[in-house]
Protein backbone atom coordinates (compact mmCIF):
# COMPACT_ATOMS: atom_id res chain seq x y z
CA UNK A 1 0.00 0.00 0.00
CA UNK A 2 1.21 3.54 -0.81
CA UNK A 3 0.89 4.65 2.55
CA UNK A 4 -0.37 8.74 2.35
CA UNK A 5 -0.85 10.85 5.67
CA UNK A 6 -2.38 14.66 6.64
CA UNK A 7 -1.70 17.10 9.23
CA UNK A 8 -5.08 18.97 8.88
CA UNK A 9 -4.88 22.58 10.80
CA UNK A 10 -7.14 24.85 11.15
CA UNK A 11 -5.49 27.89 10.80
CA UNK A 12 -7.52 29.94 13.68
CA UNK A 13 -4.65 31.10 16.59
CA UNK A 14 -0.76 29.62 16.43
CA UNK A 15 0.58 25.79 15.91
CA UNK A 16 -0.42 24.18 19.47
CA UNK A 17 1.99 21.67 20.82
CA UNK A 18 -0.75 19.16 20.60
CA UNK A 19 -1.19 19.44 16.80
CA UNK A 20 2.50 20.08 16.40
CA UNK A 21 2.45 16.53 17.95
CA UNK A 22 0.02 14.98 15.30
CA UNK A 23 1.90 16.17 12.42
CA UNK A 24 5.45 14.69 13.98
CA UNK A 25 3.04 11.27 14.08
CA UNK A 26 1.75 12.00 10.40
CA UNK A 27 5.57 12.67 9.17
CA UNK A 28 7.08 9.83 10.65
CA UNK A 29 4.49 6.94 9.77
CA UNK A 30 4.56 8.14 6.11
CA UNK A 31 8.30 8.53 5.91
CA UNK A 32 8.67 5.14 7.71
CA UNK A 33 6.20 3.77 4.91
CA UNK A 34 7.86 5.24 2.67
CA UNK A 35 4.76 7.09 1.70
CA UNK A 36 3.54 10.99 1.33
CA UNK A 37 3.04 13.38 4.30
CA UNK A 38 0.55 16.12 3.20
CA UNK A 39 -0.38 19.38 4.69
CA UNK A 40 -3.89 20.70 4.40
CA UNK A 41 -4.63 24.05 6.05
CA UNK A 42 -8.60 23.90 7.08
CA UNK A 43 -9.34 27.54 6.30
CA UNK A 44 -13.43 27.43 5.93
CA UNK A 45 -14.15 29.19 8.99
CA UNK A 46 -13.52 32.81 7.14
CA UNK A 47 -14.23 34.19 10.60
CA UNK A 48 -11.52 32.52 12.71
CA UNK A 49 -9.23 31.82 10.05
CA UNK A 50 -6.02 34.23 9.69
CA UNK A 51 -3.19 34.70 7.17
CA UNK A 52 -1.37 35.24 10.41
CA UNK A 53 -2.20 31.94 11.86
CA UNK A 54 -0.85 29.96 8.49
CA UNK A 55 2.06 31.61 8.90
CA UNK A 56 2.33 30.32 12.15
CA UNK A 57 1.62 26.30 11.30
CA UNK A 58 4.43 26.95 8.24
CA UNK A 59 7.13 28.40 10.57
CA UNK A 60 6.13 25.99 13.46
CA UNK A 61 6.62 23.06 10.92
CA UNK A 62 9.81 24.06 9.30
CA UNK A 63 11.46 24.85 12.59
CA UNK A 64 10.44 21.17 13.64
CA UNK A 65 11.35 20.19 10.09
CA UNK A 66 8.17 18.20 9.66
CA UNK A 67 6.89 20.68 7.07
CA UNK A 68 5.24 18.76 3.44
CA UNK A 69 7.40 18.65 0.45
CA UNK A 70 4.71 18.30 -1.76
CA UNK A 71 2.29 21.36 -2.19
CA UNK A 72 0.09 22.79 0.47
CA UNK A 73 -3.63 21.95 -0.20
CA UNK A 74 -5.85 25.05 1.35
CA UNK A 75 -9.73 23.42 1.67
CA UNK A 76 -10.94 26.40 0.47
CA UNK A 77 -10.61 26.00 -2.66
CA UNK A 78 -11.71 23.19 -2.57
CA UNK A 79 -15.35 24.11 -1.91
CA UNK A 80 -17.23 23.39 -5.35
CA UNK A 81 -15.72 19.91 -5.14
CA UNK A 82 -17.49 19.48 -1.44
CA UNK A 83 -20.55 21.35 -2.87
CA UNK A 84 -20.73 18.94 -5.88
CA UNK A 85 -20.27 15.98 -3.21
CA UNK A 86 -23.20 17.56 -0.98
CA UNK A 87 -25.70 17.70 -4.23
CA UNK A 88 -24.93 14.03 -5.13
CA UNK A 89 -25.82 12.98 -1.55
CA UNK A 90 -28.62 14.60 -2.12
CA UNK A 91 -29.58 13.59 -5.27
CA UNK A 92 -29.03 10.00 -4.36
CA UNK A 93 -31.73 10.24 -1.54
CA UNK A 94 -28.54 10.41 1.26
CA UNK A 95 -29.07 13.58 2.12
CA UNK A 96 -31.76 16.11 2.46
CA UNK A 97 -33.11 19.37 2.67
CA UNK A 98 -34.17 20.49 6.39
CA UNK A 99 -36.21 24.02 6.07
CA UNK A 100 -36.12 24.51 9.74
CA UNK A 101 -36.09 28.06 11.10
CA UNK A 102 -33.90 29.17 13.70
CA UNK A 103 -36.99 28.88 16.25
CA UNK A 104 -37.94 25.41 14.87
CA UNK A 105 -34.32 24.35 14.77
CA UNK A 106 -33.88 25.26 18.96
CA UNK A 107 -36.37 23.81 19.61
CA UNK A 108 -35.51 20.21 18.39
CA UNK A 109 -32.23 21.18 19.79
CA UNK A 110 -33.57 21.28 23.14
CA UNK A 111 -36.05 18.21 22.71
CA UNK A 112 -33.32 16.23 21.88
CA UNK A 113 -31.28 17.03 24.71
CA UNK A 114 -33.91 16.73 27.07
CA UNK A 115 -34.39 12.84 25.40
CA UNK A 116 -30.82 12.29 24.89
CA UNK A 117 -31.75 11.37 21.38
CA UNK A 118 -29.54 12.73 18.51
CA UNK A 119 -31.14 15.50 16.47
CA UNK A 120 -33.29 14.62 13.48
CA UNK A 121 -35.36 16.67 11.46
CA UNK A 122 -38.84 16.29 10.65
CA UNK A 123 -37.50 16.86 6.54
CA UNK A 124 -35.91 13.84 6.90
CA UNK A 125 -39.18 12.36 5.89
CA UNK A 126 -41.33 15.40 4.18
CA UNK A 127 -41.11 15.98 0.58
CA UNK A 128 -40.34 19.57 -0.64
CA UNK A 129 -43.37 21.42 -1.52
CA UNK A 130 -43.80 23.97 -4.21
CA UNK A 131 -43.97 26.72 -1.79
CA UNK A 132 -40.74 25.80 -0.45
CA UNK A 133 -38.85 26.65 -3.38
CA UNK A 134 -37.85 29.89 -2.34
CA UNK A 135 -36.94 28.92 1.73
CA UNK A 136 -33.69 28.90 3.24
CA UNK A 137 -32.39 25.39 4.11
CA UNK A 138 -29.29 23.39 4.96
CA UNK A 139 -28.81 19.97 3.84
CA UNK A 140 -28.47 17.07 6.53
CA UNK A 141 -26.76 13.31 5.86
CA UNK A 142 -29.67 10.85 6.54
CA UNK A 143 -27.68 9.11 8.95
CA UNK A 144 -28.93 5.11 8.76
CA UNK A 145 -31.11 4.67 11.46
CA UNK A 146 -30.53 0.78 13.01
CA UNK A 147 -27.23 -1.20 12.22
CA UNK A 148 -23.70 -0.60 14.08
CA UNK A 149 -21.08 1.52 12.32
CA UNK A 150 -17.16 -0.52 13.39
CA UNK A 151 -14.49 1.42 12.72
CA UNK A 152 -10.80 -0.64 13.79
CA UNK A 153 -8.96 2.23 14.83
CA UNK A 154 -4.91 2.08 15.04
CA UNK A 155 -4.50 3.61 18.13
CA UNK A 156 -8.19 3.12 19.93
CA UNK A 157 -9.17 -0.46 18.98
CA UNK A 158 -12.00 -1.82 17.97
CA UNK A 159 -14.95 0.51 18.48
CA UNK A 160 -18.66 -0.21 17.74
CA UNK A 161 -21.32 2.73 18.19
CA UNK A 162 -25.45 1.98 16.87
CA UNK A 163 -26.35 4.18 14.38
CA UNK A 164 -29.06 5.21 16.00
CA UNK A 165 -27.06 7.58 18.33
CA UNK A 166 -25.85 9.46 15.28
CA UNK A 167 -27.24 12.68 14.40
CA UNK A 168 -28.26 13.93 10.88
CA UNK A 169 -25.48 16.46 10.67
CA UNK A 170 -25.41 19.19 8.68
CA UNK A 171 -23.23 19.30 5.36
CA UNK A 172 -24.14 22.24 3.21
CA UNK A 173 -24.82 25.50 5.18
CA UNK A 174 -27.79 27.79 4.52
CA UNK A 175 -25.50 30.03 2.48
CA UNK A 176 -24.22 27.50 0.58
CA UNK A 177 -20.96 26.65 2.37
CA UNK A 178 -19.76 23.24 3.31
CA UNK A 179 -19.68 22.37 6.62
CA UNK A 180 -15.67 21.10 8.45
CA UNK A 181 -17.80 17.38 8.50
CA UNK A 182 -18.13 17.15 4.87
CA UNK A 183 -15.38 18.74 3.69
CA UNK A 184 -12.70 17.23 5.33
CA UNK A 185 -13.91 14.01 4.21
CA UNK A 186 -14.19 14.77 0.34
CA UNK A 187 -10.78 16.57 0.49
CA UNK A 188 -9.53 13.47 2.31
CA UNK A 189 -11.22 11.36 -0.52
CA UNK A 190 -9.77 13.64 -3.28
CA UNK A 191 -6.32 13.45 -1.59
CA UNK A 192 -6.43 10.01 -1.42
CA UNK A 193 -5.71 9.66 2.26
CA UNK A 194 -5.14 6.24 3.18
CA UNK A 195 -4.53 6.58 7.29
CA UNK A 196 -6.40 9.79 9.10
CA UNK A 197 -4.18 9.92 12.46
CA UNK A 198 -5.38 13.18 14.20
CA UNK A 199 -6.56 13.62 17.84
CA UNK A 200 -8.58 12.01 19.58
CA UNK A 201 -11.07 14.67 20.18
CA UNK A 202 -12.31 13.86 16.45
CA UNK A 203 -12.77 10.48 17.27
CA UNK A 204 -16.72 10.74 17.56
CA UNK A 205 -16.50 12.85 14.21
CA UNK A 206 -15.20 9.40 12.21
CA UNK A 207 -18.18 7.54 12.83
CA UNK A 208 -20.77 10.40 11.30
CA UNK A 209 -17.71 11.09 8.67
CA UNK A 210 -17.42 7.17 7.78
CA UNK A 211 -21.04 7.17 6.83
CA UNK A 212 -20.39 9.66 3.63
CA UNK A 213 -17.75 7.41 2.59
CA UNK A 214 -19.96 4.52 2.96
CA UNK A 215 -22.37 6.03 0.70
CA UNK A 216 -19.89 6.83 -1.99
CA UNK A 217 -18.27 3.52 -1.94
CA UNK A 218 -15.18 5.65 -1.72
CA UNK A 219 -12.02 3.86 -0.10
CA UNK A 220 -12.43 3.65 3.61
CA UNK A 221 -8.99 4.83 5.41
CA UNK A 222 -7.39 3.73 8.95
CA UNK A 223 -7.79 5.90 11.40
CA UNK A 224 -5.91 6.53 14.20
CA UNK A 225 -6.82 8.72 17.18
CA UNK A 226 -4.11 9.83 19.38
CA UNK A 227 -5.13 10.84 23.20
CA UNK A 228 -4.75 14.36 23.42
CA UNK A 229 -1.92 16.23 25.90
CA UNK A 230 -3.05 17.15 29.09
CA UNK A 231 -0.88 19.25 32.00
CA UNK A 232 0.59 17.89 35.06
CA UNK A 233 -2.84 17.85 36.64
CA UNK A 234 -4.27 15.89 35.00
CA UNK A 235 -6.35 18.40 32.59
CA UNK A 236 -6.97 19.15 29.17
CA UNK A 237 -3.56 21.32 28.22
CA UNK A 238 -4.39 24.62 28.64
CA UNK A 239 -2.72 28.41 28.51
CA UNK A 240 -2.65 27.85 32.36
CA UNK A 241 -0.29 25.03 32.43
CA UNK A 242 2.68 27.28 30.46
CA UNK A 243 3.22 28.06 26.73
CA UNK A 244 1.25 25.72 24.39
CA UNK A 245 1.97 27.42 21.19
CA UNK A 246 4.78 25.41 19.54
CA UNK A 247 6.87 28.55 18.51
CA UNK A 248 6.61 29.98 21.99
CA UNK A 249 9.31 27.41 23.26
CA UNK A 250 11.67 28.30 20.16
CA UNK A 251 11.92 31.71 21.83
CA UNK A 252 11.93 30.32 25.10
CA UNK A 253 15.31 28.71 23.94
CA UNK A 254 14.48 24.98 23.33
CA UNK A 255 15.92 23.58 20.35
CA UNK A 256 13.93 22.16 17.48
CA UNK A 257 15.01 19.01 17.89
CA UNK A 258 14.74 18.59 21.80
CA UNK A 259 11.32 19.59 20.87
CA UNK A 260 11.07 17.18 18.54
CA UNK A 261 12.24 14.30 21.03
CA UNK A 262 9.82 15.37 23.72
CA UNK A 263 6.66 15.81 22.18
CA UNK A 264 7.44 12.49 20.01
CA UNK A 265 8.17 10.98 23.56
CA UNK A 266 4.75 12.40 24.81
CA UNK A 267 2.28 9.41 24.41
CA UNK A 268 4.73 7.05 22.19
CA UNK A 269 7.60 5.31 23.21
CA UNK A 270 9.76 2.40 22.02
CA UNK A 271 13.19 0.70 23.40
CA UNK A 272 13.23 3.13 26.20
CA UNK A 273 15.47 5.02 24.40
CA UNK A 274 15.33 9.01 25.89
CA UNK A 275 16.46 10.79 22.86
CA UNK A 276 15.21 10.56 19.37
CA UNK A 277 16.85 11.86 16.51
CA UNK A 278 14.45 12.41 13.29
CA UNK A 279 16.22 9.24 11.53
CA UNK A 280 15.85 7.15 14.74
CA UNK A 281 12.28 7.90 14.82
CA UNK A 282 11.47 7.35 11.32
CA UNK A 283 13.22 3.67 12.06
CA UNK A 284 11.05 3.00 14.96
CA UNK A 285 7.80 4.29 14.51
CA UNK A 286 5.06 2.18 14.61
CA UNK A 287 1.06 3.19 15.73
CA UNK A 288 0.69 0.35 17.93
CA UNK A 289 3.73 2.17 20.14
CA UNK A 290 1.06 5.13 20.93
CA UNK A 291 -0.58 5.08 24.22
CA UNK A 292 -4.18 4.77 24.37
CA UNK A 293 -4.05 7.25 27.38
CA UNK A 294 -3.77 11.00 27.74
CA UNK A 295 -0.07 11.94 28.02
CA UNK A 296 1.06 14.56 30.78
CA UNK A 297 3.55 17.17 29.58
CA UNK A 298 6.20 17.53 31.87
CA UNK A 299 8.36 20.65 31.54
CA UNK A 300 11.08 19.39 33.24
CA UNK A 301 11.24 16.57 31.34
CA UNK A 302 11.62 19.10 28.33
CA UNK A 303 13.94 20.61 30.15
CA UNK A 304 16.53 17.70 30.83
CA UNK A 305 16.24 16.71 27.17
CA UNK A 306 16.65 20.10 26.40
CA UNK A 307 20.06 20.81 27.86
CA UNK A 308 21.61 17.36 26.97
CA UNK A 309 21.15 18.31 23.63
CA UNK A 310 22.52 21.97 23.85
CA UNK A 311 25.27 20.08 25.49
CA UNK A 312 25.86 17.57 22.83
CA UNK A 313 25.81 20.66 19.42
CA UNK A 314 28.27 21.99 18.04
CA UNK A 315 29.72 24.96 19.80
CA UNK A 316 29.44 27.24 16.40
CA UNK A 317 25.71 25.64 15.98
CA UNK A 318 24.79 26.67 19.74
CA UNK A 319 26.35 30.34 18.64
CA UNK A 320 24.09 30.66 15.99
CA UNK A 321 21.17 29.98 17.82
CA UNK A 322 22.06 32.38 20.72
CA UNK A 323 22.99 34.98 17.84
CA UNK A 324 19.71 34.55 16.03
CA UNK A 325 17.74 34.55 18.72
CA UNK A 326 19.14 38.17 20.75
CA UNK A 327 20.15 39.61 17.27
CA UNK A 328 23.89 39.99 18.81
CA UNK A 329 26.91 41.44 16.71
CA UNK A 330 29.57 40.42 18.44
CA UNK A 331 33.53 41.41 16.53
CA UNK A 332 35.51 38.27 16.01
CA UNK A 333 37.39 39.19 19.66
CA UNK A 334 33.78 38.85 21.60
CA UNK A 335 33.04 35.97 19.48
CA UNK A 336 36.38 33.92 19.87
CA UNK A 337 35.45 34.24 23.97
CA UNK A 338 31.71 33.67 24.07
CA UNK A 339 32.76 30.26 22.23
CA UNK A 340 35.39 29.57 24.39
CA UNK A 341 33.20 29.94 27.66
CA UNK A 342 30.15 28.39 26.17
CA UNK A 343 30.84 24.61 26.81
CA UNK A 344 30.95 25.50 30.54
CA UNK A 345 28.20 27.95 30.34
CA UNK A 346 25.88 25.18 28.73
CA UNK A 347 26.30 22.98 31.80
CA UNK A 348 24.89 25.43 33.47
CA UNK A 349 21.33 26.57 31.96
CA UNK A 350 18.31 24.11 30.45
CA UNK A 351 17.47 26.96 28.09
CA UNK A 352 19.47 28.71 25.39
CA UNK A 353 17.86 31.94 26.38
CA UNK A 354 19.28 31.75 29.95
CA UNK A 355 22.89 32.45 28.57
CA UNK A 356 21.33 36.03 28.42
CA UNK A 357 22.31 36.47 32.28
CA UNK A 358 25.56 35.94 31.17
CA UNK A 359 25.94 38.51 28.19
CA UNK A 360 27.08 41.41 30.47
CA UNK A 361 30.27 40.40 31.83
CA UNK A 362 31.06 38.52 28.98
CA UNK A 363 30.41 41.56 26.83
CA UNK A 364 30.07 45.07 28.28
CA UNK A 365 33.80 46.66 28.45
CA UNK A 366 33.04 48.92 31.00
CA UNK A 367 31.00 45.97 33.16
CA UNK A 368 30.83 46.19 36.73
CA UNK A 369 29.13 44.39 39.63
CA UNK A 370 25.58 45.77 40.37
CA UNK A 371 24.57 43.86 43.30
CA UNK A 372 24.75 45.96 46.67
CA UNK A 373 26.22 42.87 48.74
CA UNK A 374 28.74 41.52 46.60
CA UNK A 375 29.89 45.15 46.14
CA UNK A 376 30.24 45.64 50.11
CA UNK A 377 32.14 42.65 49.53
CA UNK A 378 34.38 44.40 46.98
CA UNK A 379 35.36 47.46 48.75
CA UNK A 380 36.88 45.41 51.60
CA UNK A 381 38.73 43.51 49.19
CA UNK A 382 40.01 46.59 47.51
CA UNK A 383 43.42 46.21 48.31
CA UNK A 384 43.88 42.57 47.41
CA UNK A 385 41.88 42.41 44.24
CA UNK A 386 44.64 45.68 43.18
CA UNK A 387 47.83 43.29 44.03
CA UNK A 388 46.59 40.38 41.83
CA UNK A 389 46.00 43.08 39.33
CA UNK A 390 49.07 44.75 39.19
CA UNK A 391 50.56 41.07 39.37
CA UNK A 392 48.78 39.44 36.18
CA UNK A 393 49.39 42.63 34.71
CA UNK A 394 52.94 41.31 34.27
CA UNK A 395 52.02 38.18 33.56
CA UNK A 396 52.56 36.92 30.25
CA UNK A 397 48.88 35.66 29.03
CA UNK A 398 48.86 31.95 29.47
CA UNK A 399 46.34 29.23 31.49
CA UNK A 400 49.21 27.93 33.06
CA UNK A 401 51.04 31.20 33.59
CA UNK A 402 47.72 32.92 35.11
CA UNK A 403 47.23 29.90 37.30
CA UNK A 404 51.10 30.09 38.94
CA UNK A 405 50.40 33.90 39.19
CA UNK A 406 47.21 33.57 41.70
CA UNK A 407 49.09 30.38 43.19
CA UNK A 408 51.79 32.37 44.34
CA UNK A 409 49.76 35.37 45.59
CA UNK A 410 48.19 32.54 47.60
CA UNK A 411 51.51 31.36 48.96
CA UNK A 412 52.95 34.20 49.61
CA UNK A 413 50.16 35.78 51.61
CA UNK A 414 49.40 32.52 53.49
CA UNK A 415 46.00 32.25 52.44
CA UNK A 416 43.54 29.75 50.49
CA UNK A 417 42.13 30.00 46.96
CA UNK A 418 39.08 29.96 49.00
CA UNK A 419 39.89 33.22 49.90
CA UNK A 420 40.23 34.47 46.44
CA UNK A 421 38.47 33.50 44.77
CA UNK A 422 34.95 34.19 45.27
CA UNK A 423 35.70 37.45 45.30
CA UNK A 424 37.72 37.41 42.24
CA UNK A 425 34.83 35.71 40.41
CA UNK A 426 32.17 38.51 41.59
CA UNK A 427 34.74 41.53 40.59
CA UNK A 428 34.95 39.82 37.09
CA UNK A 429 31.40 38.49 36.73
CA UNK A 430 28.98 39.84 39.57
CA UNK A 431 28.07 36.02 40.19
CA UNK A 432 28.96 33.82 42.91
CA UNK A 433 28.65 30.82 40.39
CA UNK A 434 30.55 30.71 37.29
CA UNK A 435 32.63 29.11 34.33
CA UNK A 436 35.98 28.23 35.88
CA UNK A 437 37.86 31.18 37.02
CA UNK A 438 40.98 30.81 35.17
CA UNK A 439 39.46 30.56 32.13
CA UNK A 440 37.34 33.49 32.58
CA UNK A 441 40.47 35.60 33.60
CA UNK A 442 41.97 34.06 30.23
CA UNK A 443 39.21 34.30 28.04
CA UNK A 444 38.33 37.84 29.30
CA UNK A 445 41.90 39.10 28.69
CA UNK A 446 44.92 41.29 30.21
CA UNK A 447 43.29 44.49 30.03
CA UNK A 448 39.88 43.65 30.80
CA UNK A 449 40.88 41.84 33.69
CA UNK A 450 42.91 44.23 35.46
CA UNK A 451 39.85 47.09 35.12
CA UNK A 452 37.50 44.78 36.46
CA UNK A 453 39.73 44.05 39.53
CA UNK A 454 40.59 47.99 39.81
CA UNK A 455 36.93 48.87 39.79
CA UNK A 456 36.24 51.90 42.76
CA UNK A 457 33.14 50.45 44.44
N1 LIG B 1 -8.86 20.89 11.29
C1 LIG B 1 -9.05 20.00 12.38
C2 LIG B 1 -8.36 20.56 13.62
O1 LIG B 1 -7.51 21.44 13.51
C3 LIG B 1 -8.47 18.63 12.13
C4 LIG B 1 -9.34 17.83 11.29
C5 LIG B 1 -8.84 16.45 10.98
O2 LIG B 1 -7.68 16.11 11.25
O3 LIG B 1 -9.64 15.71 10.43
O4 LIG B 1 -8.67 20.12 14.70
Not at 33 to 44: C, F, N, P, W
Not at 278 to 307: H, Q
Amino acid sequence: MNVVTRFAPSPTGKLHIGGARTAIINYLFAKKHSGKYLVRIEDTDKKRSSKEAIKAIHTGLNWLNVNSEFKIVYQSQNYNSHIKVANELLEKGFAYKCFLNSDELEKLRIKSRENGIPIKSPWRNKREQDEDKNRKFVIRLKMPSDGVTIIDDLVQGKITVKNEILDDMVILRSDKTPTYMLSSVVDDNDMGITHIIRGDDHFNNAFRQIQIIKYLNWNIPYYAHIPLIHGADGAKLSKRHGATSLFDYHNLGYTSEAMFSYLLQLGWSAKNEKDYSMDRAIKLFTLENVNKSPAKFDLKKLKNINAKKLNSMNVNEVLDLVINRFNLSLNSEEEKRFKCLLPALLKRVQVYTDLQDEFDWIFEKNFFCKDKNFQFQLQKNYLMLKEIGSLLKKCEWSIQNIKDCLNNYIVENSLTFKDIGPVLRMALTGKTNSPDLISIIYELGCTITVNRLNYKY
